[in-house]
């Protein structure tokens, strides 16, 4: 989205979006349309802008969960371990059992 200047001097607003993969440029116009049509595009584009830092947010709010998450589930698998052992269990393949004798 630019302002562009002709030849003779005026000023005129183009977009440009992509289409099929390749970039196509839109003449909008000058004047008071030009005008209007650049606020409409900053004022999307700000909306665009402000959607995607709440998403940033929402992510790392979730990742921050996610690592205390991890940290308890640590923290609790070696209480167990520690409780199982003092019971006299031992892992075998990933697994539990009781010692024998």
Do not use: C, P
């Amino acid at each position: 989205m630019a302002w562009e200047t002709r030849k003779r001097g005026d000023w005129y607003y183009t977009r440009t979006r992509r289409e099929h993969g390749r970039f196509v440029r839109e003449y909008v116009g000058g004047g008071i349309v030009g005008e209007v049509a650049a606020m409409l595009d900053a004022e999307e584009r700000a909306e665009r802008d402000a959607e995607r830092a709440r998403m940033r947010a929402e992510h790392e709010q979730a990742r921050e969960v996610s690592e205390a998450l991890a940290a308890l589930e640590a923290v609790t698998r070696e209480a167990i371990a520690d409780v199982l052992h003092a019971e006299g269990f031992h892992r075998h393949n990933r697994t539990w059992r009781r010692k024998r004798g």
